[in-house]
């Protein structure tokens, strides 16, 4: 069993910035990719960007320019540094991270963190 736990989510004035923590445990054999989501009020949960083993990145369009995802494999930590931070950005945000057991692929999710952007 793999646990995710987020962290670093607040309150922060239109402008500024944040930066996400998720940290993985448990029995991880090969941790495949660390990615993030987010679900704002009323809205489907979204992709906001993803990091494979070897470093590749995807980030959403909405986002691109602005985020930037990386990790600490020796820690299994992902990160999301969010700079020029915007009202629209306001949601909880998801970590979410694939685990290599055997040879399927499982998905687990953290509880969320909140971040909210005021104007």
């Known amino acids: 069993q793999v646990q995710a736990v987020e962290s670093g989510g607040g309150l922060v004035q239109s402008g500024g910035s944040l930066r996400l923590s998720c940290a993985a445990s448990g029995s991880i054999f090969v941790l495949v990719a660390m990615g993030w989501y987010r679900q704002a009020p009323g809205k489907q949960r979204e992709l906001v960007a993803v990091?494979?083993?070897?470093?590749?990145?995807n980030y959403a369009d909405s986002v691109k320019g602005r985020f930037t995802i990386s990790r600490d494999n020796a820690k299994s930590t992902v990160y999301l540094q969010m700079n020029s931070l915007k009202p629209e950005d306001t949601a909880v945000y998801y970590c979410n991270v694939e685990v290599l057991s055997g040879r399927t692929v499982h998905d687990y999710w953290g509880q969320g963190t909140q971040v909210t952007v005021s104007s």
């Open positions: 990091i494979g083993s070897g470093g590749s990145t």
